[in-house]
């Protein structure tokens, strides 16, 4: 299995609202990883776990709150969003490898912030 | 950018056609990594060239490196028109568990 899965597909929230994205590997992948991606513009990182630990947090605002509960399964908590946050967000697994690794990536989530 | 730059920014030709796209970057790197992306759809590894290769082959994909001039290209071959996508190069970032990304060439094969 080399998928990894992401929920919700699309998701419209109100500057006010508290939800989550979630994402899940099954490929035995120790390194998970968190990208913001605005249109027609490049993947930004914003959160790398490896081992279940957070190891680069990229200057995120705290609005951003990532949760990594086991080695399959990486959340992203949103709160108090603004609409500039209005983008694809994509969740990515890898082995842990600091020399040579593939990221796979789940097809994201495509979030609105009203 | 952090690290790289792509060009052409985008790109269209017509079925058949080779496309070739270049991407540029800017600190010493262990690899150098090659992604499609289908509009609004996650990223897809192509291929990945280590700093020690000059070339690399994958089916329709061929990646050249040339780590004194910082820059590599992909070239593909026969274009098709489910080739249309977006593609991104990538490279390691000082010893991190990271990856930055190039701009992008958005890539266009007309039937």
């Known amino acids: 299995d080399t998928e990894v899965t992401q929920t919700p597909k699309h998701l419209v929230m109100g500057m006010t609202n508290k939800k989550s994205l979630k994402c899940e590997q099954h490929?035995?992948?120790?390194?998970m990883y968190w990208y913001k991606q605005k249109a027609k513009k490049p993947p930004e990182l914003m959160f790398v776990?490896?081992?279940?630990?957070?190891?680069i947090n990229e200057s995120v605002p705290s609005r951003f709150s990532p949760e990594c509960p086991n080695s399959s399964l990486l959340n992203l908590h949103l709160h108090a969003l603004q609409p500039e946050d209005s983008a694809l967000y994509l969740c990515?697994?890898?082995?842990?490898?600091?020399?040579?690794?593939?990221?796979?990536f789940g097809p994201g989530t495509r979030l609105t912030v009203t | 950018s952090q690290q790289g730059e792509e060009d052409p920014q985008a790109l269209s030709i017509q079925e058949g056609e080779n496309a070739t796209m270049n991407c540029s970057y800017k600190?010493?790197?262990?690899?150098l990594q090659w992604y499609r992306q289908n509009s609004g759809r996650g990223l897809v590894h192509l291929i990945l060239?280590?700093?020690?290769?000059r070339e690399k082959h994958s089916g329709r994909l061929r990646v050249t490196l040339d780590t004194s001039k910082k820059s590599s290209s992909l070239l593909i071959t026969a274009s098709r028109a489910a080739d249309t996508a977006s593609y991104f190069c990538?490279?390691?970032?000082?010893?991190?568990?990271?990856?930055?990304f190039g701009q992008g060439t958005r890539l266009t094969i007309n039937p």
């Open positions: 990515a697994s890898s082995q842990v490898n600091l020399n040579t690794y593939e990221q796979y």
């Open positions: 490929m035995g992948h120790r390194a």
């Open positions: 776990y490896s081992y279940e630990k957070l190891s």
């Open positions: 600190t010493s790197i262990n690899n």
């Open positions: 060239i280590r700093s020690n290769e």
């Open positions: 990538a490279t390691d970032w000082q010893g991190a568990q990271k990856l930055v």
